[in-house]
């Protein structure tokens, strides 16, 4: 693992891919932000040995390299998903690439359902915890002790330094920014009713299907991160009305904008 984790850093290093300081991996439908990056080098993911390569169509699959407010960036455009079939080797493993060519800290988004009723489409949260419901976990198996410890703690798995200053420019912005709890699932089928209630009953605000893998491992590597989430449907279990994949792209999209601005708001601050 390891030695294929240096292979595919060395040939980005090679490709001009040097001491990047922000990770960032975007969601479903999410990708204005890359529109905020002066773009030095942009290679799909085919090209990087031992990289996943995307299947889903609306994931262009690309690993970016730039600067934003002159910062040096590297970003995801698409990530991998559990449902896809992808391990949870695989799914970490741009993260973990990542921490690798230097990146001092990690910003992810997605798109999520929304079980508590404050939060209507196209509103912006910010995780402050999560549940994994996901039937696996990227830490599985023999630990990599040179990545991190064994049994990784995670009693503030989203840096506080980070959040505070997201909220902070929210503010500053007059951009709404929730705060919630985010569970995650294997999906690819969206809840029941029945489920939803149970969601909202355990403690979540969200659910979606992505990002706790990639959280556990930042968490392992001792990587700080934050995570937007936006609202795409809305699961009150009693007024649960059926969403398409359609509206919920389209409605990541259109928050898409608020997000960038927030993104590149905090990376000019870190
Ligand atoms: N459930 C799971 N994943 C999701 C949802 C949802 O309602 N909306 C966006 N991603």
Not at 38 to 49: A, V
Not at 151 to 170: C, I, W
């Amino acid at each position: 693992m390891l030695s294929t984790l240096q292979e595919s850093v060395q040939f980005l290093r090679q490709q001009g891919m040097h001491d990047p300081e922000i990770g960032i991996v975007l969601g479903t439908g999410l990708g204005k932000m890359v529109d905020k990056v002066k773009i030095i080098q942009s290679i799909p993911y085919s090209r990087i040995p031992h990289f996943p390569v995307a299947t889903v169509e609306f994931h262009q699959g690309n690993l970016i390299y730039g600067e934003v407010g002159g910062k040096k960036v590297v970003a995801m455009q698409g990530r991998f998903h559990y449902y896809e079939g992808y391990s949870m080797q695989q799914i970490t493993f741009p993260v973990r690439v990542m921490k690798l060519l230097g990146v001092k800290q990690l910003l992810l988004s997605n798109a999520a359902g929304s079980m508590n009723t404050n939060f209507k489409k196209g509103a912006l949260v910010l995780l402050d915890d999560h549940i994994n419901l996901l039937p696996d976990n990227p830490l599985r198996g023999k630990n990599l002790d040179e990545m991190g410890p064994r049994f990784p703690d995670m009693s503030g798995p989203y840096s506080r330094e980070m959040n505070m200053k997201l909220l902070h420019l929210a503010n500053k912005l007059t951009i709404p920014l929730y705060s919630g709890v985010y569970a995650a699932v294997m999906g690819p089928n969206l809840e029941t009713r029945a489920e939803y209630r149970f969601l909202r009953t355990i403690g979540a605000d969200l659910v979606g299907m992505s990002t706790v893998p990639e959280v556990i491992a930042a968490n392992h590597m001792g990587l700080p991160c934050a995570v937007i989430s936006v609202v795409t449907d809305e699961c009150d279990p009693d007024h649960l009305q059926p969403i398409s994949i359609e509206e919920i792209i389209k409605i990541a999209g259109e928050a898409d904008g608020k997000l960038s601005q927030l993104f590149e708001a905090l990376i000019g601050e870190l």
